[in-house]
């Protein structure tokens, strides 16, 4: 099946710093999307974006389909972002895949 | 805004007893989904409904699981005898597409002692 990998694994920031959080993945998608999994576990929908790039306030997302990687980019963060930030992919068949994740941590 | 909502929120059982985890979908979705996420692990794909049926199921989705839709609203996952490895965090999530946008409810968790 197709395999999706996030990285970094871990990120330390200082609050007000930008960073740049990456999904590879192995097969041609129909489908992406990144969470936000906060501190009480809720996964938060922050992009539909099986290709091309989004913007949200201080995040955005730019996805590559043909290049099979996808980039989410925090902006001015925030210790509110803190938190695990998955990528999902869903190919050709009916379930959506995710990667392992990346752990966010915004210190004051 | 249409959310899709768990219940209960938290649940402990014993080892062996039988647990029955409700997700109420978005109304106008099609598509239904199980994942479980252990703690600290990644979310896992358990199964995926449409048209009152399974349409792909995981390795981890074995016997012991059922998934049924009683009625026009509820969207129910059956964990039979339960096993201490059952601990997790189960996410109910709906779509109003195959290939559409994902919607998760907050969680189920799951206490086996």
């Known amino acids: 099946g197709i395999q999706v990998e996030q990285s970094p694994p871990d990120l330390i920031l200082q609050e007000g710093a930008n960073s740049t959080l990456r999904c590879n993945f192995s097969?041609?998608?129909?489908?992406l999307q990144w969470f936000h999994q906060n501190p009480w576990g809720q996964l938060i929908n922050l992009f539909y974006i099986p290709s091309g790039t989004k913007q949200n306030g201080r995040l955005s997302a730019t996805t590559v389909a043909t290049e099979r990687y996808s980039l989410l980019y925090i902006s001015s963060s925030q210790t509110t972002d803190s938190g695990v930030y998955f990528c999902?992919?869903?190919?050709?068949?009916?379930?959506?895949?995710f990667g392992k994740g990346t752990r966010l941590h915004i210190l004051p | 805004e249409p959310e899709v909502t768990q219940t209960p929120s938290h649940q402990v059982t014993q080892m062996g007893q039988e647990v029955i985890l409700r997700c109420v979908p978005i109304s106008n979705h099609l598509y239904f989904y199980w994942y479980r996420q252990i703690l600290g692990q990644k979310v896992e794909f358990l199964v995926s409904?449409?048209?009152?049926?399974?349409?792909?199921k995981s390795e981890i989705f074995d016997d012991q699981f059922s998934v049924e839709r009683p009625d026009g609203s509820n969207f129910t996952l059956k964990i039979r005898s339960t096993k201490l490895e059952d601990s997790a965090m189960y996410f109910c999530?709906?779509?109003?597409?195959?290939?559409?946008?994902?919607?998760f409810g907050e969680g189920s968790r799951l206490t086996v002692l």
């Open positions: 999902a992919v869903r190919s050709g068949d009916d379930k959506i895949i």
């Open positions: 409904f449409y048209n009152n049926e399974i349409s792909e």
């Open positions: 999530a709906s779509s109003k597409q195959g290939t559409g946008e994902l919607f």
């Open positions: 097969d041609s998608v129909n489908n």
